[in-house]
Structures are given as C-alpha cells and as structure tokens.
C-alpha cells in the first residue's frame, strides 16, 4: 500500500473506505437514526480486517450508521490506534436552520452522539459536512472556534470540511487557513477541481471523495458493466475492475492525500487494495474515456438502466437509479418511505415495474436475460 503525509503529520493510505452501511440513514439530517444489523457487523469485521491487514488506515464516516457500524467492527479486531477515522455531522448549517438550532448546539450534540460510540471516544479528524448548504461566513467562523475548542479537548486531532463546490471550497480555503482537510467531490468526469484549486499554495490536505460518481448522485459508473448488450455500447469488452482505473486516476494528483470509496463487499474491496498499490497506466485511463463516451449514449437511459440491475441489497444504488430512471423515461415514481419496513419489498416491485415499462419502450436489449 501507498501512503500519503496528512496535515504534514500523519501517514494515511493512499486509498480509504467509506460508507460502512449497506441501507441509508432514513431520515433527513439527524432526527431518524437507522440501527446497524448483527448479520453485517459479522461480515464487515471480516472485511475491515483484511482492508487494515492489506495497508488500508484512512477509515471515513458521515451518517450516525457508519460510525455505529464501524465502531462495532474495530472494536473486537483492537485496531483503534493503527487507523485515522475521519468523522462529520450532517449539514451543520442547513440542519441546525431545519431544527431551529443554534449552530455551535447542533454540532456539539451530533458530535457528542457519535463520539460516545467510537473507541477511544475520539476521532482523529473531524469535519463540516457540505460546508456549502446554507453556507455562512459569520457561522463558519463560529464552528472553527468550536472545532479548535474541542480539538484542544483531545475529540480529534484535525479539523476540515466537506464540500461539492470547488469554487467555494477554494475562497473557504484561503479565507480560514485553520481548516487543515478539505474533502471534495474529484472523479475522471468532474475536474473542476483542478481549476479551483490549481494554483493552491495553502498547507490543507486533500480528500477526494465520489471517484465513482461521474453522473447521477449515488450510482457508479462502472454500474455500466450490468448491461446485457454492455460490451455493444462500450465498443470494447467490459472491464471487471474499471473502478479500480477511475480510483487510480484520481490518486495520482498530486493535491490528493487520498481517495475514498464506499465498499460494499469483497470484490470491491480487493479492487481497492489494487488501487491503493499501483498507478495507472496510458491504456487504463483511455478505457475510462471508452466509458464515459459509453455512459453518455441515449440521454444516459442505458446507464440508468444498468443502476438498477446490479445487487439489490446495494439499496442506495438501486434507490437512486430507480429514482432517476422513472424521471428519464417519465414513468410515475411512487414515494417510498426507506424507514418503513416494507420498502425493499417496494423498490423491489418498482424495479420490475420500471423493468415491464423500458421493455414497452423498445430497451429490452440492455435489460439482462
């Protein structure tokens, strides 16, 4: 494994894992909580084990589900003091607006929640999660004294925020030179990046985030692979570890400390572990070109239709390509409560809906026999 210097202190993999949870948080910002399974926390453990025995330490967590889940699977492996875990609270400032919270209360609440389940009790780098919802100078202000206050408390070594804005990512970045990690959104599709942050001179280290998603928020690109016809609209053969490439190609610019993926089992984790380990080559990176000439034929409608033939229980993969595929071939979406007991069985039905609908409309060739 290749490991970066973060904040000029500590030495992260060069590839790290996020998600940590097969189902979505069921509610908006924090107010619903959705419990984390037995059954995974076994298979996650096992797969958390092999990450760290394979070189992987930069860990990232988002939703109160993730910090839940991986808690419970370093516990037992007694890793805590050989990983960085990163940590952050929903939309500080759209959430605390929506709750009627002061914003320093809102984060120290949903930080003390999630501290309270680490190990430790500590993270080692903490965010402001979409800095650019709601964005406030005066409030940023407010939190970095906060952050500062709690580092010096010893919850966390670093303090950051996340952000899918370059532009204003970057005037964050000059303005408040106390942030010393920045995640952003940086793929082979999106390289507005590079722009914004071209001629950064800052000491901030870099995260990337979303690798994977080139088009529709939570679907990755290499979902294409699940098309019956897939190596007809490709040109070429599909390839197996095509996220491998994508994952290599953000990792070898040089502002990036690294690049964190969702994982959501063993195949892709060991296509993690490759990217971690090697750089890509000329032949690897035109192969995403192919694939992203690929994703653009037909207003994107075939690589929606492979979103949704992929493992169902990768319910945010299917949940968004359901969503985004009724709207595209303007089939009447249903609204699906995911904290409700019977929504896979809903998402289920809507898939074969969705499925009957795109035969009626001439796109049985993608759909897989």
Known sequence: ????????????????????????????????????????????????????????????TTWRNEVDMLSKTIEPLH?????????????????????????????????????????????????????????????????????????????????????????????????????ELIMTAYNYKNRSFEHSFGTYKGDSSFVAMKPLIWYE????????NNLANAESILGTKPVSDIGTHAVKWTSKNPLITTTVCAVNNEQELEQ???AGENDITPTEENMLGTYQSAIEKDNHIPFLISAILGREDNRRSLFFGLNNLANAIKFPYPEIPLNSPDSDSMLKNLKQKLIEELKKQGYTNYIRK
């Open 272 to 274: 993690l572990i490759q």
């Open 1 to 60: 494994m290749k490991y970066n210097m973060l904040a000029g202190k500590y030495k992260v993999s060069k590839v790290g894992i996020g998600g940590h949870y097969g189902k979505m948080e069921e509610g908006s910002f924090e107010n619903r909580y959705a419990d984390v399974n037995n059954d995974e926390i076994k298979a996650r453990t096992k797969m958390i084990e092999k990450a760290v025995d394979a070189g992987i330490n930069y860990f990232d």
């Open 217 to 224: 928020y939570g679907v990755p690109f290499c979902h294409i």
């Open 79 to 179: 890793i805590r003091d050989k990983i960085f875990i990163n940590g952050m609270v929903l939309g500080a400032f759209s959430g605390s607006a929506a709750t009627g919270m002061d914003v320093s209360d809102y984060m120290n609440k949903w930080l003390d929640e999630r501290l309270k389940n680490l190990p430790q009790n500590r993270f080692d780098s903490f965010m402001i999660n979409a800095i650019e919802e709601n964005y406030d100078e005066s409030k940023c202000e407010k939190l970095i004294r906060l952050l500062e206050k709690r580092k010096k408390n010893g919850d966390f070594k670093v303090i950051g925020f996340s952000c899918h804005n370059h532009d204003l990512a970057r005037k964050i970045a000059d303005s408040f030179p106390e942030f």
